[in-house]
């Protein structure tokens, strides 16, 4: 299949259905790189076209859109011949059954060869285009991060580096970096997590030297960094509140001995995805298909909890660029209410002098201290813990790490304590 064809249909199912870039990706790796790399230039590749076009294309004609603007993004950043860039173009109208369009394609992608330079010039004025982010999510980030927003914006469109956890109760990590250099794997150590690897270049985890027996496992630092903080002892009844796909639970049973760890997600098929990882590393622990509002455990409390709450996931935008398009201004508020909502339920289940992480892949002050704050104080026994580090950006309520470009994703930590009266 035309590998322009095959984007096409991932990114319409994004742009007009609303669904998710990775339930929609169909096709080869050039297909897959196509449709990531238009998502992460959006804002820009359509000003664009909306500069090589005398009028607005209709909305039924949404897949010709896309389809110029996957051939403006495969001339500035694909390494291959532009005259096969533009005809892969031009013949994928045929299969989108508009022959008419074939004309228009070759005409505005031909046109773009040669006024390359001077459209560049007319977008600049542009904050979308630009910075290849929403409005309303430039203003959210310059207001939160005004010295680092052109830094994060810079780190949200490109592609992320593969970054390993190494299975320490297997072998040190140097120990694995030296296996992975025996099989001309290039790799460095990370910056902030003693278990982190990043790769110079995404490898298949069938090629990762015993991969399969757990000795290391996909993860990226800055999720590396919340079994550490838990100061977790042997014996202590642990709750991952929303587990899945399971890196985490997987990182704490690795981490600390003869703990007993309830593993809770209320999405069946991905809590499928915690017991996969969790037979592959060799582990233990009970797996629980339930949302937390509901769940209620028989006769038990917990000495720990993680809650690593859902949210608008704007720390991880260059993994999943569709959250640009799908995720609203409005959305921000709801997702905060929800927040405040799993914090109080999984506060019920801590015991007293026990110990909460809350934790979001999201650098929005709205989803992490100011629900943080929010909650402490209508809650007189939470107490703040300092979380000691060299790394990131600290707050009255927790700590930030920023996406950084070659390096880890964009997270927040809060750790709270639960006081006796």
């Known amino acids: 299949m035309n590998e322009y064809l095959s984007a096409n249909q991932s990114l319409l199912a994004v742009t007009d259905q609303g669904k998710s870039l990775d339930g929609s990706l169909t096709g080869s790796s050039l297909a897959r790189q196509i449709a990531f790399g238009v998502l992460r230039h959006y804002f820009e590749l359509a000003s664009k076209v909306d500069c090589l076009v005398s009028k607005p294309l209709p909305e039924k004609n949404a897949d010709i859109q896309l389809l110029i603007m996957s051939g403006i993004y495969s001339i500035d950043h694909l390494n291959r011949p532009v005259h096969a860039s533009v005809n892969a173009c031009v013949e994928a ?151 899945a796909p399971g890196g985490k639970s997987c990182h704490i049973l690795e981490t600390f001995s003869d703990i007993n760890l309830i593993a809770l997600d209320k999405d069946k098929r991905r809590l499928e995805r915690v017991k996969e990882n969790v037979a592959r590393l060799q582990l233990n622990c009970q797996t629980v298909a339930d949302d937390l509002k509901t769940f209620e455990p028989p006769n038990q409390l917990f000495d720990r909890i993680l809650l690593d709450a859902p949210c608008s996931a704007s720390g991880i935008i260059r993994r999943h660029p569709d959250i640009k398009l799908l995720r609203r201004d ?42 943080v704050a929010t909650f402490c104080s209508e809650n007189p026994a939470a107490k703040t813990l300092s979380i000691d580090a060299q790394w990131g950006v600290g707050s009255a309520h927790g700590r930030y790490l920023l996406p950084v470009t070659g390096s880890s994703d964009g997270f927040f930590y809060a750790k709270l304590k639960k006081q006796t009266p």
């Open 93 to 243: 109208t045929s299969d989108l059954n508009k022959v008419w369009a074939k004309k228009l394609v070759n005409g505005v992608l031909r046109s773009y060869l040669r006024k390359k330079e001077q459209i560049v010039g007319q977008i600049q004025a542009d904050p979308e285009s630009v910075t290849n982010h929403p409005q309303w999510l430039i203003s959210r980030i310059e207001a939160a991060y005004p010295d680092q927003a052109l830094a994060i914006f810079e780190a949200n469109n490109v592609q992320p580096p593969m970054t390993l956890r190494v299975n320490l109760k297997q072998q040190s990590r140097e120990e694995y970096l030296e296996r992975l250099a025996s099989i001309d794997i290039d790799a460095c150590i990370g910056k902030h997590a003693p278990t982190a690897i990043y790769l110079s270049r995404p490898v298949a985890v069938d090629k990762l030297p015993n991969f399969d027996t757990g000795a290391a496992s996909v993860q990226d630092e800055a999720s590396q960094l919340v079994a550490p903080m838990m100061d977790i002892a042997a014996g202590m009844d642990v709750l991952d509140a929303c587990a």
């Open 330 to 371: 409005t959305d921000i508020a709801k997702l905060a209410e929800t927040q405040l909502e799993l914090l109080a339920k999984a506060w019920s289940l801590l015991k007293e002098e026990g110990e909460l992480i809350y934790s979001t892949c999201s650098i929005l002050p709205d989803e992490n201290e100011m629900v």
